[in-house]
């Protein structure tokens, strides 16, 4: 993926990363995590995120209470720890807190989607086209058929001489 952000950079291109995450804690917080978690690896790569928009448009309160996704009555972290239990270290952390405050003790798994294809589609669509014109697909597909013609005729002059 960096290579590929470095890559179209190099060209003139604004890079963007397109996030849809779970509706809980770490859902949420991993955006704040992606620029430094790609920072580590850029003596590596070559490449720094300094330019690199990062877009969190993953499941939120209203996407989730339209489309009657279904709710967990959990904050179970992948240890299997809950957050919503007063003895977790982190629960009286102030993300942990305002979650609460704000959902209370449940959360919502992105794979929810499935359950409404066409909105979950609708929703990928809209956050694409924050950073794609509706038209590129078929601008692409407009220059593609000029060099394919291109091509073609190059083809049929070669095969002509022969």
């Known amino acids: 993926m960096m290579r590929r952000f470095k890559m179209w950079e190099a060209r003139g291109k604004q890079c963007v990363l397109l996030y849809c995450g779970d509706h809980d804690l770490g859902g949420l917080q991993i955006s704040d995590f992606l620029r430094s978690n790609i920072a580590g690896l850029a003596i590596a790569v070559g490449w720094t995120p300094d330019n690199l928009i990062i877009d969190r448009f993953g499941l939120d309160y209203d996407f989730i209470e339209a489309n009657n996704l279904t709710w967990i009555d959990n ?14 270290p982190d ?3 102030p993300y942990v807190q305002n979650y609460l405050k704000r959902f209370g003790a449940r959360r919502v798994e992105a794979n929810a989607l499935v359950a409404r294809p066409r909105a979950g589609r609708e929703f990928f669509r809209q956050a694409i086209l924050r950073y794609v014109p509706e038209s590129a697909i078929s601008d692409y597909r407009r220059k593609l058929d000029v060099e394919r013609e291109k091509l073609r005729q190059a083809i049929i002059r070669r095969m002509a001489r022969d």
């Open 91 to 93: 629960y009286s952390k």
């Open 75 to 88: 904050l179970e972290t992948s240890s299997g720890k809950n957050l919503a239990d007063p003895k977790h």
